[in-house]
Each structure stands twice: as structure tokens, then as C-alpha cells.
């Protein structure tokens, strides 16, 4: 998620994001960006501290609070380093000074996402599949496997959580927007897609829970 009120800055991250792989959700005041925080679980959310009707600092000290734990990177305004420093004690993860290069946002954030999924390296193997993060390719025993971005996000996000049934829905929710039009089946179709390109053992269906890759 993207929580800034500046329009332009709002958008040239969000193209930043999206070019990097990611789905970006935006909030342009703090009530927004609180709710949406409380309610949807984000990989990361860059969080501006100066927002209408609540303050950036106070929309991380509410989620902290309620024990949200998703990694936060702040973007202050040149010169409040006290307002950085309450963020860092507050629970931030990392920050920016504004101006700053949206490349620089979005390397930083994926490193905090590399971070939390628990595996801090670039690439991720499982089996005979192995993706590079930060070219965003995926490859089968060395040969690269030509994948759109949305059944990237999918095997990107199973091979993060080896041994872990993933649902549909929890899969969904990480491949989607809140404004993207999604129909129910779609993660089946991608699931069966990635199957036909990665080879059908490479991701397993555990019958009424989900899917599950095998750190094998
Ligand atoms: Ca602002």
C-alpha cells in the first residue's frame, strides 16, 4: 500500500511499484491508510507522516498497537529528523527523506519484504524452479520460463512459504488490488498455467485448503 496525499509523488511511486511486480493499493489521507492497514494484509506499505485527518506517526502507533506487523517505510519531509526517529521507535522498518528516487523506495522495500517472508536472499529455490527477485525471472533447472506478471506474484509468494498450505483467497489477495476486477477461479487458471510451464509436480493442491510447494 501507498499512503501519500501529493498526487504526483503518489503516482510515480505507484508505477515504481508496479513496474517492480508488485500490486499497489493507495490511500491519500490517514483514515484511509489506517482502515486499510487494519483490515487488509499487506507485504509493506510506504507510509507518508504528512497526511490529512491523521498523521502518518499516529497511523503507525494505532497499527503497532493492534499488532500489525507489516514492514513499513516512511517518507518524511527533508529535514524532520525527529519525525524519523519517532517513526523508527514507533515500529517503522525503514525511511526516506523526501526527494528521493522512487528506484531507491522500491529496492528498499523489497528488501523488507525479503526480509519478513523470512529468506533475505535475492533468489528463491524450490526443486528444479528458481526465481531471480530482483530480475523477476523464473527459471527451471537453469532455463528461463516465460511467465506473466500476475503468475509471477503467485509462484513468487508460494515459493516464499515452502511447506505451507496457501489459500486461494490469501493468494488472491496478494495477485489483486482492491480496484482490480478478480473473478474466483482465476487463481486455479494461474495455478494451472504455472503447472503446464514449471512442470505439474511443482506445485502440489491440497485438497479444500489450497496449494503447497514442497521445499524438497
Ligand atoms: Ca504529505
Not at 493507495?26 to 487494519?38: K, W
Not at 529468506?119 to 526465481?131: D, E, H, W
Not at 495455478?191 to 503446464?196: C, D, G, M, V
Amino acid at each position: 500500500m501507498i499512503v501519500e496525499d501529493e498526487a504526483g509523488l503518489a503516482e510515480r511511486l505507484a508505477e515504481a511499484v508496479v513496474a517492480a511486480g508488485f500490486v499497489a493499493d493507495r490511500a491519500s489521507d490517514g483514515v484511509e491508510a489506517l482502515y486499510l492497514g487494519q483490515t487488509i494484509d499487506y507485504d509493506a506499505v510506504i507510509l507518508d507522516l504528512g497526511l490529512p485527518k491523521i498523521s502518518g506517526l499516529e497511523v503507525l502507533r494505532q497499527w503497532r498497537a493492534e499488532r500489525r506487523q507489516m514492514p513499513v517505510v516512511i517518507l518524511s519531509a527533508r529535514g524532520t529528523w525527529s519525525e524519523r526517529v519517532e517513526g523508527l521507535n514507533l515500529g517503522a522498518d525503514d525511511y526516506m527523506a523526501k526527494p528521493f528516487h522512487a528506484a531507491e523506495v522500491v529496492a528498499r522495500l523489497r528488501a523488507l519484504i525479503r526480509r519478513s517472508s523470512g529468506n533475505p536472499a535475492t533468489k528463491l529455490q524450490q526443486g528444479r524452479v528458481s526465481i531471480d527477485l530482483v530480475a523477476n525471472v523464473a527459471s527451471v533447472e537453469g532455463t528461463d520460463v516465460d511467465l506473466t506478471a500476475q503468475e509471477l506474484k503467485v509462484l513468487v509468494y508460494l515459493m516464499q512459504r515452502p511447506g505451507r498450505v496457501i489459500s486461494q483467497a490469501d493468494l488472491a489477495e496478494h495477485v489483486y488490488g482492491m480496484s482490480d476486477m478478480r473473478e474466483s477461479n482465476t487463481i486455479e487458471v494461474f495455478i494451472a498455467r504455472l503447472r503446464a510451464k514449471l512442470g505439474r509436480e511443482a506445485i502440489r493442491t491440497v485438497r479444500g485448503l489450497g496449494y503447497r510447494m514442497d521445499g524438497l
